[in-house]
């Protein structure tokens, strides 16, 4: 039992670059959500999904796309990196929005 | 908007002593969730404790408890008798709608 998995654990883009943040779990767990962790901040949700096919904007959706085709994987895309986006990104997934998050290792983006 | 504060960047308990991580949030929800997670210097996130907000009893896992003031709408962590373990970085979530909200967070030093 993995738990949830994130690759890779450390990226660096160029402006402009496009990428996607891969997340799984096998847990079978319904609800799924990306985070980024910026220094004062705290975690802020990006995009989140309640089941297959079915997926819904966070507070800071502006940049990134997701789509969920299966229960196990829910990949975070970057359209055109911006340094604004420069950031600590978490997967996390549960059974219900309102039970224990179990999180991924995160992500260290660094766009120059 | 819904909003979690954590008024207390840094915190500093001795071993073996009790400390209180505050925590309040803003919201004109009446069915929702808070949470307390745990983020140690590994950068994994690891849920501390959960209280649904219909309950007025208040949660406790093992020397983890809350003091969930409903009205007041505050929901604060007692750690009791600190362990060189609980180090951390403490971050405040409130739940409503399917999504979630974290606050700044509070760094907890242990001093042995």
């Known amino acids: 039992n993995a738990g949830v998995t994130q690759t890779p654990k450390f990226q660096v883009l160029k402006t402009g670059q496009s990428m996607t943040l891969q997340c799984a779990q096998d847990?079978?767990?319904?609800?799924m959500s990306w985070y980024r962790q910026d220094p004062g901040m705290g975690l802020r949700l990006i995009h989140y999904?309640?089941?297959?096919?079915?997926?819904d904007q966070g507070e800071v959706p502006n940049g990134y796309n997701v789509s969920r085709s299966t229960t196990e994987d829910f990949p975070l895309r970057l359209l055109s990196a911006a340094p604004s986006q420069t950031s600590v990104y978490f997967c996390?997934?549960?059974?219900?929005?309102?039970?224990?998050?179990?999180f991924g290792p995160g992500t260290r983006l660094t766009v120059t | 908007a819904q909003t979690v504060t954590q008024s207390q960047p840094e915190m500093s308990v001795q071993e073996a002593e009790t400390v209180t991580l505050s925590c309040t949030y803003d919201?004109?929800?009446?069915?929702?969730?808070l949470f307390w997670y745990k983020q140690p210097p590994s950068r994994q996130m690891i849920l501390v404790i959960r209280?649904?907000?219909?309950?007025?009893q208040n949660a406790t896992e093992n020397r983890f408890s809350v003091n969930f003031q409903k009205a007041a709408k505050s929901f604060s962590l007692k750690i009791s008798d600190s362990q060189l373990g609980d180090a951390a970085m403490y971050f405040c979530a409130y739940e409503a709608g399917n999504q979630f909200y974290f606050g700044t967070g509070t760094s907890l030093t242990v001093i042995p």
């Open positions: 847990m079978n767990h319904e609800y």
């Open positions: 996390a997934s549960s059974y219900s929005y309102r039970y224990e998050q179990y």
């Open positions: 919201t004109s929800e009446s069915d929702y969730y």
């Open positions: 209280q649904e907000a219909y309950k007025q």
């Open positions: 999904s309640v089941g297959a096919g079915i997926t």
